[in-house]
């Protein structure tokens, strides 16, 4: 594994409930450090791409409005086994299944509106992050 990058995006919910302190302050203090960070309301091309796998499932359309729906904060994180340490910080999509501890375990009831997106994997980190911050490597 060692050092890698991933991308974490701070959902419209997250945004306006407040919690965009709580999570950054749980990633910082787990170590990983902040490489890029900004707050956008994303266009619908942006949440399209973002969430190109999930084209043709039943919950797509929904996902996209609720993803463009007001402001997001999407950041860059770094650090030892990044991606699937944030994977296990942030939890199940399930809120209701999401274990306490975890950012949707504490904070979320519902599968769509569940405070935080993160890259599963090195491929979808490449492909994410250039949306938002094609400057960074
Ligand atoms: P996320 O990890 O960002 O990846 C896809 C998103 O789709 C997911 O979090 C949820 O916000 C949303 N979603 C809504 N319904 C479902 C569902 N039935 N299964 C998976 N994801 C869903």
Redesign the pocket.
């Known amino acids: 594994m060692g050092v890698e990058r991933t991308f974490v995006m701070v959902?419209p919910d997250g945004v306006a409930r407040g919690l965009v302190g709580e999570v950054i302050s749980r990633f910082e203090k787990k170590g990983l450090r902040i490489i890029a960070l900004k707050m956008l309301r994303m266009s619908r091309e942006q949440a399209e791409e973002l969430?190109s796998v999930?084209r043709g499932k039943p919950?797509y359309n929904?996902?996209v409005d609720?993803v463009t729906s007001g402001p997001v904060v999407v950041m860059i994180l770094e650090g030892e086994s990044a991606i699937d340490v944030v994977r296990i910080m942030i939890g199940p999509?399930d809120g209701r299944k999401a274990p306490p501890g975890t950012i949707r375990g504490d904070f979320a009831l519902s599968?769509?509106?569940?405070i935080v997106?993160?890259s599963d994997s090195p491929e979808s980190y490449k492909r994410e992050h250039v949306i938002f911050f094609p400057d960074v490597e």
């Open positions: 959902k969430y999930h919950f929904s996902l609720f999509t599968i769509q509106e569940n997106h993160a």
